[in-house]
């Protein structure tokens, strides 16, 4: 949660941080803020509760002067409420210093009271405020802005990423990270801190990591990366995959209806370069190779949706594989004691490479000695950094709050996977991986087909069920992960009561909750799977119609026996049963977002929520 942006350069430091800032305003818009050391040789600030076009407003009615060095805050509130007082910049050293603050500093109760004890005073109730008091106190004492926070690092706990500049430093941002996201942007003759490489990508996609408990000195012409200790530390450069252009709403009305459509290109770019002649490559996981040899057992961490594209993978993995899968929330994993061995790969699932609750289950598992894969779309991030090996998604930047492309993406990259180590271990015949690389070539195309022919319907009827208090979706098999995702997307983007439920689960107590007129999404597999689930799954919906449900079926195209049970059907082409649930999630997105829509909310920055969950 919380943006941050630094810059140090010739051109106008107020523009390159609010175009930073409006690309990283999915981390968290509870307020905003800048600080900028003008021509003049002075700080100025300017911060506003709410979103950033609010701050943006303000410097448009007043404005700040303009400089060459400055930093640039978005917030997710954490420690005091979203009020302009509590947003960042912070200052420290009578005002001649600007601090700003992604994550959680954990002894700020006791660091305050030390500051407090000899006379400094605090004009938030920010956790952050600390550590702009502190540096600016070292900072009179050495005048040292790098060893001015460096020393005050050594004394927080927690995880924080901070950025800090002074006015006696023209030219100089300094930034520390632990457990928190930064990353360099490298220009000509101007340099660029960031959370993520989207906060600087349309100036330079030119970008450089940096580690665990490390400090970044930038100045127009120079990086200086040091440890904690003042140590040089090896650094590694990077090209951003991606143009500026691709985290532009381009003409859409809104990055979640314009991600919905980029559900096809997602899973295609998951699989480019990775299937061949019917086999699957994934050289990316070289490292690993000997482990994936002889896994005998798999554990998925993951959190929200992408913890719901690890229960795809699980039904995939083991099929294939034959290795057990178990998929946790990382944020229960690692407090239960789980058990793990060097045998063991843990597959963290992530879209943005940076949600701490996964992190640290990656943290953990590794301290345990198991070897750790990461499936990610965010280069430069941590959770990647911290693994063993990496399989990027590539469905590029996804700037919506709601994850919709990552989800399908994930899940390709998961499927992928299984069939890596099926042709690794023999547990799957050439012509059966064939057979199921095919399937994933065709989900592009399949995809565009559930686009073209579902959107305009459902933006049809989607308004008339504005005032729904409740909804309640039912899938078997990979239709379980699925009504998960569906309603977690109601929830988050609508703000309408909603559960998912296996469908055989229903009669063990679900059934209770329906009533007449309770609006029920029903997943429902094709009638051409070779399994029994079909007749099954539409049994379940005549029990809920004959308790006077509302349906809404997902069904594939000709499966008529649902039509006498459903109040609407929507219609999917056909899969094979591990596939379908990718083509089934779209209509389940557009569903919410045209809910959302239709309640005249924001469908990209739901309240309350962040797109990048940066504190435990
Ligand atoms: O960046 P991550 O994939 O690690 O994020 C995990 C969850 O926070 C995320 O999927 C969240 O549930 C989404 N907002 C759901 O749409």
Redesign the pocket.
């Known amino acids: 949660m919380c943006g941050i942006v630094g810059y140090v350069g010739p051109n106008s430091t107020i523009d390159v941080l609010l175009g930073g800032l409006k690309r990283l305003e999915y981390r968290g818009y509870d307020s905003a803020g800048i600080a900028v050391l003008t021509d003049g040789g002075e700080l100025g600030t300017r911060k506003r509760a709410g979103k950033l076009g609010i701050l943006a407003e303000d410097l448009t009615a007043a404005p700040l002067n303009d400089g060459h060095t400055g930093i640039g805050h978005t917030r997710w509130a954490t420690h005091g409420g979203p009020t302009d007082g509590n947003a960042h910049p912070h200052l420290g050293d009578g005002g001649k210093l600007a601090l700003i603050h992604n994550g959680i500093i954990e002894n700020f109760a006791e660091l305050k009271q030390e500051l407090l004890d000899r006379g400094e005073t605090f004009s938030s109730e920010t956790d952050t405020e600390v550590a702009a008091l502190l540096v600016g106190e070292v900072f009179r004492e050495t005048g040292d802005l790098t060893q001015a926070l460096r020393r005050v690092v050594a004394r927080l706990e927690g995880a924080f990423t901070l950025l800090v500049m002074h006015q006696d430093r023209p030219g100089v941002v300094v930034g520390a990270r632990r457990n928190s996201p930064l990353v360099i942007g490298l220009g000509e003759g101007e340099n660029f801190l960031g959370s993520d490489v989207a906060a600087f990508v349309e100036h330079t996609k030119r970008a450089m990591e940096i580690g665990q408990d490390q400090i970044v000195t930038i100045t127009p012409d120079g990086v200086e990366v040091t440890d904690f200790a003042g140590n040089e530390v090896p650094t590694r450069e990077f090209e951003v995959a991606w143009d500026a252009s691709a985290a532009e709403k381009g003409g859409w009305p809104s990055f979640m209806k314009k991600e919905i459509s980029e559900e096809p290109e997602a899973v295609a770019k998951t699989l480019l370069g990775r299937v061949h002649d019917g086999r699957v490559t994934l050289p990316e996981l070289a490292a690993i190779g000997e482990l994936l040899d002889g896994v005998d057992r798999i554990v998925v961490i ?8 690890g229960m795809l993978g699980k039904y995939a993995l083991e099929a294939w594989a034959r290795v057990p899968v178990d998929v946790e929330l ?1 944020h229960e994993f690692r407090y239960r004691d789980p058990v793990l061995s060097p045998t063991t790969l843990v597959v ?8 701490m ?2 992190l640290m289950a990656v943290k953990y598992a590794k301290e345990r000695g198991a070897r750790t894969l990461s499936i ?3 280069q430069g991030s941590t ?1 990647p950094r911290e693994s063993d090996a990496v399989l990027y998604i590539h469905a590029g930047p ?1 700037v ?5 492309k ?2 399908v993406a ?1 899940v390709t990259a998961l499927y992928l996977l299984g069939l890596d180590i099926a042709q690794r271990r023999g547990t799957m015949d050439a012509d059966a991986v064939a057979a199921q690389v095919e399937e994933l070539q065709n989900i592009p195309a399949k995809l565009d087909q559930v686009l073209e022919s579902t959107a305009t319907r459902i933006a049809e009827f989607a308004p008339w069920l504005g005032d729904t208090q409740s909804v309640l979706f039912l899938g078997r098999h990979v239709g379980y992960p699925v009504a998960l ?1 569906g309603a ?2 109601l929830k ?2 609508a703000y309408i009561h909603a559960e998912g439920f296996a469908a055989g689960e229903l009669k063990h107590g679900p059934i209770a909750l329906i009533e007449p007129g309770q609006l029920v999404i029903v997943l429902v597999p094709s009638p051409r799977h070779d399994d029994s689930l079909h007749p099954k799954v539409v049994s379940n919906i005549q029990e809920i119609r004959a308790r006077g449900a509302r349906v809404i079926a997902i069904a594939e195209v000709g499966d008529v026996a649902v039509v006498p049970y459903a109040d609407e059907v929507i219609r999917i082409p056909f899969a094979a049963p591990l596939f379908e649930p990718i083509l089934g999630v779209v209509p389940l997105h557009i569903f919410a977002m045209e809910l959302a829509s239709a309640k005249g909310l924001d469908v990209d920055q ?1 309240r309350n ?1 962040a ?3 940066t504190v435990e």
């Open positions: 993951a959190c929200g949706t992408a913890a719901y594209a990382s963290s699932v992530s879209q943005s490479g940076e949600t609750d996964t990610c779309n965010t959770i996804e919506a709050v709601a994850s919709t990552a989800f994930q995702e977690l997307k988050e983007i739901p929520l797109k990048s969950v």
